[in-house]
């Protein structure tokens, strides 16, 4: 039996093709939802992007908690705030409530904050960064409030420039501790291939499902935005969460690796079993050599290639 490993680069012409197969599966996974949804996502490495309905105004449901958290970097570094400032009864320091608000999400953590920043001015700094379709107009767990409308909104072209502030900030950035120790893991982390470190924050309410993540991966930093809104199920909801992430990845981190032939299930290096014919995707733009190791039983082959547009490399083994 008889394996055959080929590598390519993809020209320009054929990642223009690529972005137009993605945005057409994509619209037509959304329009089979039965809700609404936006996607929206950015290589910085080469600067492509995709958006669709990337200035559809949804509840944030706690992506909020993102804009809050550099608010509070703010009032900080301003000397209006301290990070070792006791808030609420429990005695934890405005860092702590930080942390655990992105975290794990507390909603306890989030209104302490609020409150002590307050949501007249995480507003104002909200506008100053350009988050034109974002606000905070009530307190986490406010049901009255909803009801009333006063809702707090987000989209996702507005979510997507957080996780570029955060991404260009490093790791001094002080959202990106908190959103790579993340508690929920279930949408776009659970999508991603092992290899990639994610940071990402989620958002859920009974008719809501949101995911926005970066992913360092080796071939560079993608940003991601997924947000579903008016959902009859969240179930799935949280479905098309993760078949859109995976696209979303396939399409961001692709390239080069294509793997056929006759041996059944293979292992490859970071990709966990898989059944052959099959693509395997490497990463975007690839301008570096790339490794791959594939296993069978009793058998190890390894490819290493420079990959250009048009390039090509065969390697065939028994």
Not at 36 to 46: F, H, K
Not at 72 to 94: F, I, W, Y
Not at 282 to 303: D, F, I, K, M
Request: hydrophobic letters at 40%; one cysteine or more.
């Amino acid at each position: 039996m008889a394996l055959t490993l080929s590598l390519r680069a993809m020209s320009v012409a054929e990642m223009s093709v690529a972005a137009g197969d993605l945005r057409e599966s994509l619209e037509a996974r959304l329009s089979r939802l039965d809700g609404r949804g936006a996607v929206a996502a950015r290589s910085l490495r080469t600067g492509e992007a995709l958006l669709i309905e990337p200035d559809a105004e949804m509840p944030s449901a706690s992506l909020i908690k993102m804009p809050i958290a550099m608010a509070l970097q703010e009032d900080v570094a301003g000397g209006r705030v301290s990070r070792d400032e006791v808030l609420g009864c429990e005695g934890h320091t405005a860092d702590h409530l930080a942390y655990e608000m992105i975290r794990t999400s507390d909603n306890e953590a989030t209104n302490l904050l609020t409150q002590r920043i307050g949501m007249d001015r995480i507003n104002r700094f909200m506008e100053s960064k350009g988050l034109r379709g974002t606000r905070m107009r009530r307190l986490m767990l406010d049901w009255e409030a909803r009801q009333r409308g006063d809702e707090n909104v987000t989209t996702a072209r507005d979510m997507l420039s957080v996780l570029g502030d955060v991404a260009r900030g490093g790791d001094l950035h002080p959202l990106r501790r908190a959103m790579l120790d993340q508690h929920y893991r279930t949408r776009i982390p659970a999508v991603v291939p092992g290899e990639c470190v994610i940071a990402n924050k989620t958002g859920e309410l009974d008719d809501v499902v949101h995911d926005a993540a970066i992913l360092y991966t080796p071939f560079g930093t993608v940003l991601a935005v997924i947000m579903l809104s008016e959902l009859t199920s969240v179930a799935d909801g949280e479905e098309t969460c993760r078949v859109v992430a995976s696209e979303v990845c396939a399409h961001f981190a692709r390239g080069a690796l294509h793997l056929s032939g006759d041996l059944g299930p293979v292992l490859v290096d970071g990709g966990g079993p898989r059944e052959t014919p099959c693509t395997i995707w490497v990463g975007p733009s690839v301008q570096q050599p790339v490794t791959c190791r594939v296993r069978v039983p009793g058998v190890s082959l390894t490819a290493s290639v420079d990959l250009r547009s048009g390039d090509r490399l065969a390697l065939s083994g028994r």
